[in-house]
């Protein structure tokens, strides 16, 4: 029974991260990355967009219910986002772009997208830096 609901959210996940890829590459951004991974967390999505590095963080709800997809984005959840986005800049060396953060709420009903919702800099910008603190 856990295992049928944990396949169908990380498929409902999946769903969401793709149609979310879809929208950023028909804006013109170019995917860089999906679910990155290091120590410090991971990012959903890395996109190029005209002389900036987007750290994408998608959140896809299934059902209508009384709060959204990003209700579930946690304090901690933000700061690994953010210190994750900053190893990432740090790993391609002297990186001459600033990043900022989107955050990309995805809604299906029936297995249909019924809508997309962006937040744009839900967290501070990363400035260019060849290191970061």
């Known amino acids: 029974m856990f295992a049928f609901k ?36 991971e990012l ?17 709800a299934g059902k209508q219910r009384n709060f959204s997809p990003a209700d579930n984005l946690s304090a901690n959840q933000k700061k690994r986002n953010y210190n994750a986005a900053k190893v990432y800049m740090r790993s391609l060396d002297n990186c001459p772009y600033p990043g900022k953060f989107d955050l990309v709420e995805v809604f299906f009903r029936w297995n249909f997208i019924v809508k997309i919702r962006r937040t744009a800099n839900y967290l501070p910008d990363l400035p260019v830096q060849s290191s970061y603190e």
């Open 44 to 60: 959903d999505i890395v996109a190029f967009d005209n002389d900036t590095l987007v750290f994408v963080e998608v959140k896809t």
């Open 6 to 41: 944990r396949d169908r959210r990380k498929k409902l996940g999946i769903a969401g991260e793709n149609a979310v890829c879809t929208l950023l590459e028909s804006e013109g951004m170019k995917i860089l990355a999906r679910n990155w991974r290091c120590r410090a967390g």
